[in-house]
């Protein structure tokens, strides 16, 4: 499975890639409310400003894995909010960067050298 991800995409995801797809996978966001979010499922440790979200999320567009969405409610909305939703390419991305992750987590838990002081 080396590899996998970069069949998917160009490039590597980076780690505000990854926060910015777990949490359109749970439900369509404007820009502002997506990086609230983020902090959120961090619970505060990531932080990720205009410049650096706005960068990372053009590219999940250009690469197909996000795409801009219909607005929930476009009566009570303010006009200029754009939407976002994840793509089945990014649910498939996000997914494999997720199976990725577990299984690099389970490997390091289960070497206990990693977690032993001295080391």
Known sequence: MRGHLLLLTPAPITPVMLHVLIVLGEE??????????????SEGRFQVGPGTFYANL???????????????????????????????????????ELTRLESLLKRARSQKRYFTAGN
Not at 28 to 41: C, F, K, L, T
Not at 59 to 70: D, F, T
Not at 73 to 85: E, V
């Open 58 to 96: 053009e590219k999940l567009l250009s690469w197909g894995l996000v795409r801009e969405a219909a607005s929930p409610d476009p009566g009570r909305t303010d006009p200029r909010r754009r939407y976002y939703a994840l793509t089945d390419s990014g649910r498939q991305v996000l997914d494999a």
């Open 28 to 41: 369509n966001r404007h820009g502002y409310a997506i990086m609230q979010a983020v902090s959120e499922i």
